[in-house]
């Protein structure tokens, strides 16, 4: 990986000229990384009802009011249109196969966007407490993976939970679950350790999102709960027209961290 941007700023700047188009994770240190979904004022009610609903893998950050694409008191002078690295875009269920990297020409005047909170953030306290973050080590995007876990519907979303994966050597889950936790609105704590079967992924090796990432003798997988979920409940859902990022391209916020911290 590059050298890391320090800035929540100077990263959405490049994002908005097109000189950054990858996974986020390891830059802008400090600033909070939300997940996004973009869908029409029809849909929002019931979105937001599955957020509530399944608030461990869809923790709500900021919700805009309709049209409305930049989300102010997330970040100042941001773009939602233009500030994540590759979007992706659903018409009528069906998942587009090309993944643009600026939505001006696809934003219409009824949408909605919701940013739900993200895993990268606890990622930054791992890494303060020499705790290692292994798709950061290795360059890649953070393997995901669909679960048998299912999420509770509401209205017309309904799904599977999607988590995401991070090794760490069995004696220091505790020491991981113990600083995750403090971070609720950033995923929190872990769904699972261990046994990538007991929540139906058959094969670490070949996750649905992400990039697969070693796992050394002595580790084990540890879960969490991720906010690619939604993108599940919006195959579903069929709305009519809706926009995500893509996995592990996220928004890059000006919040900080530490006001996501729980004692």
């Known amino acids: 990986m590059n050298a890391p941007f320090e800035s929540a700023a100077q990263l959405r700047k490049a994002i908005r000229r097109g000189k950054f188009t990858g996974p986020t994770a390891g830059h802008a240190a400090g600033f909070v990384q939300t997940n996004l979904v973009i869908l029409s004022q029809r849909y929002a009610d019931d979105f937001a009802r599955f957020c509530e609903l399944n608030a461990r893998a869809c923790p709500l950050i900021a919700m805009t009011k309709p049209g409305v694409y930049r989300p102010r008191a997330a970040a100042a002078g941001a773009d939602l249109r233009t500030d994540v690295p590759r979007y992706r875009v659903f018409r009528d269920g069906d998942l587009q196969t090309t993944e643009p990297t600026d939505i001006r020409l696809f934003w219409r005047d009824d949408f909605v966007a919701f940013l739900l909170g993200c895993s990268f953030t606890f990622e930054n306290a791992l890494l303060k407490a020499g705790l290692p973050v ?21 209205g017309s979303f309904t799904g599977d939970m999607v988590v995401s994966m991070r090794p760490f050597a069995g004696d220091q889950v505790e020491m991981v679950r113990e600083i995750t936790r403090h971070y609720p609105r950033m995923h929190g704590a872990p769904i699972h350790v261990g046994d990538p079967a007991e929540i139906g992924i058959a094969d670490l090796s070949r996750p649905d999102f992400g990039q697969a990432v070693t796992v050394r003798a ?36 000006d919040l900080q961290d530490e006001a996501y911290y729980v004692p």
């Open 134 to 154: 292994r798709h950061i080590e290795q360059g890649r995007n953070v393997p995901m993976y669909r679960t048998s876990r299912p999420c509770t519907p509401a």
């Open 218 to 253: 002595g580790e084990v997988p540890v879960f969490w709960a991720c906010g690619v979920t939604p993108q599940l409940a919006l195959l579903n859902a069929r709305c009519s027209l809706a926009i995500t990022h893509s996995p592990g391209c996220m928004f890059v916020t």
